[in-house]
């Protein structure tokens, strides 16, 4: 070796340690600076898990703590019951409360994860020495739980694009009108935590499609089975889940991830579904989830044959793939009448063919149709829940086609299913406004990135969201994985780090250098269509859905008055009669009479049994003298009626009434006709013009008895004064009125003893007047017409 050599080792070395040093220095810089933004994205989450939490205490600050609406005080009534006894005793506990005399299996009828999370939140703070009532918990779940919600729509968000995409969608669900209408304090409905579960599902396929992870396909299974055991809509994931994989496999992108992650979801999913007793078998039996076992299927058979595709000759296999598709397509509808046929699948369920065909309900479900939550949606509906988001969601659904990655055809086939069925069903809004702030926020940080791409330097892109970065820099290992994922393989793609060639323009970068002026004129609109949007959902968030329907409250002037009518009506029903009463009112009324009285009721919410509810309808509809032999024959105590026409509460039972008709006339057309309803002009009325067989009815008796005595005059709902055959002295031969709550909100009346004689109500009717009571001569000056702010129609 010579001198010279020697001498250049030495020099060599010395210049690469500046290298070597300056290179860990950058690492180290870059690091640093991941972790700064690490913090920052968790900062700014906390601070949107807080607006989310406290955007939804309006309620609680206006009225109390206190569980809101109809649904939810079966829920809260049914998580005392978990929390008081065992897990066991629930789920075999049977309801004598309910549909008399039938009575009710609730363990088998719940979805129970609701209650699961409310009792074993009460158990953890029991067990760590913090007391809470149950009903704190109750009150307060859903907000909590809206903020877990803007955190798994930040993830679903951060596959589709980047972290900025991701924060702008959490903060758009945070305040949406249309998630905050089911999740504010007192609303402890399933959808509180169903939505939550929705989004996670959804991050989690995307991530088991995207890696073929077995551990992310378990935890997607684990995240649908919450969503089972929450809430009925989890049909919704059953069929777009395997919508997508169908779209994949059309679009020739299949490959062994798509595979393994759709098949470890279906086979453990089904299996954890049927864990929960109200579903029990039904993924197996029912046509709702057919489509997942047939892509099961059909995915089983391309995998099948991709793998003989590389054993066979090209002509060897285009032969076995005509003569077997055209075998599979045989055999499969074979299959599919041989099962319909023998009632081993059963059909579609009626609630299920009313959202394609939009006149079935009214037709042959008016029961479903009599809800006003189940009418089509109109476009008023759509701006009032989305508002602005309804501008931002068709930009947000056009970039996904134009990157159209597997995760972007996810998103577009979730945002027009859910625009679908919003539009069938007003209460499907709900599926609507998570979807909407994904895109909305997808299409706020594409704007950002175009118009301050320089400014803050390039969007954030994690591995396989299928959003490049900017120009010439390195692609990490599973993104590059990811994004070979639409070349059908059936084997993974290597995982090598690949980089964007210089010569590739990324998404989003100007075509040319933002001047100061195109950067503002740009950005300060979209800064106060923002702040429109915030104002706009804070607001309908604290006007429209904050206000439990159990208190109502009025203004009067610049003073406000609280309404406390329903409490006070069932709390007469609790401390003023037996234990044992039977209370015959509408259903909607059911479950709040079960929870604050705690009487049993004829019908609740559950409106499993049309024939039993028709039956309540009859009685209203007919005459007293027939309604009496109604109530009798099964055994009514006590009846409730709710009316509004004094005070001005337009969603009473006389504006429900033609519902109870049509109702019993599914069941009873020779007792009860809608059409003898109608005044001889074929309208509804309660004034002079009113049809006899209206005026006679009992509802009608029951609502407008002894309105003549308050003096008012006109009924403030109908601006008509009612039929004049209610009179101030017109007695009651089948009931008697016992209380009627103070703004003639609500009215109780007891039903009669049959008489010893067996004499008829019209044959006895003249033997006795009831004692009436004196006219309240205080209501006409203390209710004016007042604007309600509190639950309307249902």
């Not at 509808?333 to 699948?345: G, K």
């Not at 059909?347 to 149709?369: C, E, K, Q």
């Not at 509802?699 to 039929?723: C, E, I, Q």
């Not at 004049?724 to 709550?741: C, G, H, K, N, W």
């Amino acid at each position: 070796m010579s001198t010279s050599t020697m001498e250049q080792k030495p020099a060599a070395a010395a210049a690469t340690l500046p290298d070597e040093a300056s290179a860990a220095l950058q690492r180290q810089k870059e690091q640093a600076q991941r972790s700064r933004l690490f913090v920052m994205r968790l900062v700014i989450l906390g601070l949107i898990w807080l607006v989310a939490f406290g955007s939804r205490l309006f309620s609680v600050v206006r009225f109390e703590s206190i569980i809101h609406e109809f649904d939810p005080w079966f829920n809260y009534r049914a998580t005392r019951m978990l929390v008081n006894s065992s897990l066991d005793d629930f789920l075999n506990w049977f309801d004598h409360l309910a549909w008399y005399p039938l009575g009710r299996a609730v363990g088998g009828t719940v979805y129970p994860g609701l209650m699961l999370v409310s009792a074993s939140i009460y158990r953890v703070l029991q067990a760590v020495n913090i007391p809470m009532d149950i009903r704190h918990i109750c009150v307060f779940l859903a907000p909590v739980f809206s903020g877990a919600t803007a955190v798994s729509t930040y993830l679903f968000t951060r596959e589709l694009k980047d972290e900025r995409a991701g924060l702008f969608a959490a903060a758009f669900i945070a305040l949406a009108p249309g998630y905050s209408s089911r999740s504010v304090a007192g609303s402890y409905d399933n959808e509180a935590v169903a939505i939550f579960a929705l989004q996670l599902t959804f991050f989690l396929w995307l991530r088991a499609q995207r890696t073929g992870s077995t551990l992310w396909s378990l935890a997607c299974v684990a995240s649908y089975w919450f969503m089972v055991a929450s809430w009925g809509g989890y049909v919704f994931i059953t069929n777009l889940i395997p919508l997508h994989v169908l779209a994949m496999v059309l679009l020739g992108r299949f490959n062994s991830r798509l595979h393994t992650a759709y098949s470890i979801f279906y086979v453990f999913g089904t299996l954890a579904s049927m864990t929960v007793p109200f579903v029990n078998f039904q993924p197996v039996k029912t046509s709702e989830h057919m489509a997942a076992l047939g892509m099961f299927v059909l995915l089983q058979g391309v995998a099948g044959l991709y793998t003989l595709r590389r054993l066979m000759s090209p002509a060897a296999f285009r032969r076995l793939l005509v003569a077997g598709g055209l075998a599979a397509l045989v055999a499969g509808a074979s299959a599919l009448y041989v099962l319909r046929d023998t009632d081993l699948i059963r059909p579609w369920a009626g609630r299920f063919y009313s959202l394609w065909d939009t006149n079935y309900a009214r037709v042959h479900l008016p029961i479903v149709a009599s809800v006003s939550e189940h009418q089509p949606t109109t476009w008023t509906s759509f701006f009032f829940d989305l508002n602005l988001m309804t501008v931002f969601f068709p930009v947000g659904l056009f970039l996904c086609f134009r990157r159209f990655g597997d995760a972007h055809v996810f998103a577009i086939l979730n945002g027009l299913t859910a625009v679908y069925f919003s539009a069938v069903m007003v209460r499907l809004v709900l599926t609507l406004a998570p979807i909407a702030c994904v895109l909305s926020g997808y299409a706020v940080s594409h704007l950002l990135d175009y118009y301050l791409g320089g400014v803050f330097g390039p969007a954030d892109s994690p591995a396989g969201t299928g959003h490049p970065p900017a120009v010439g820099t390195p692609v990490p290992a599973a993104a590059a994985a990811a994004e070979a994922s639409a070349t059908p393989t059936t084997e993974p793609t290597p995982t090598k780090a690949a980089t964007i060639p210089a010569a590739a323009p990324a998404a989003g970068s100007p075509p040319g250098t933002l001047g100061l002026i195109d950067r503002v004129s740009v950005l300060l609109p979209l800064v106060l269509v923002l702040v429109v949007l915030h104002l706009h959902c804070i607001f309908v968030t604290s006007t429209s859905y904050s206000n439990p329907s159990v208190v109502l409250s009025a203004s009067l002037g610049d003073s406000r008055m609280i309404i406390d009518d329903f409490r006070e009506s069932y709390s007469w029903l609790r401390h003023n009669t037996p234990q044992d009463a039977r209370i015959m009112s509408w259903w909607d009324y059911g479950y709040q009479i079960s929870g604050f009285s705690n009487r049993t009721v004829l019908v609740d919410n559950n409106t499993w049994n049309n024939t039993h509810i028709a039956t309540v309808g009859k009685a209203f509809a007919m005459d007293e003298a027939n309604a009496f032999d109604v109530m009798v024959q099964n055994d009514v105590d006590y009846v409730l009626v709710v009316f509004g026409g004094l005070l001005g509460y337009s969603g009473d039972d006389i504006n429900k009434f033609l519902w109870m008709v049509r109702i019993a006339q599914g069941v009873y057309p020779g007792d009860v006709t809608e059409r003898a309803f109608f005044n001889s002009r074929g309208q509804f009325k309660v004034d002079e013009t009113a049809s006899p067989t209206m005026y006679n009815s009992l509802m009608f008796k029951l609502s407008y008895h002894r309105f003549y005595s308050t003096s008012v005059g006109k009924d403030r709902v109908r601006m008509v004064a009612p039929h004049s055959s209610i009179s101030r002295d017109t007695p009651l031969a089948s009931v008697e009125e016992v209380y009627t709550s103070s703004s003639w909100l609500v009215r109780i009346y007891r039903v009669r003893e049959p008489d010893i004689f067996g004499r008829t109500v019209d044959e006895r009717f003249s033997d006795f007047l009831p004692a009436l009571k004196p006219p309240l001569a205080p209501v006409e000056s203390v209710l004016p017409r007042l604007a309600l702010s509190g639950a309307g129609e249902r």
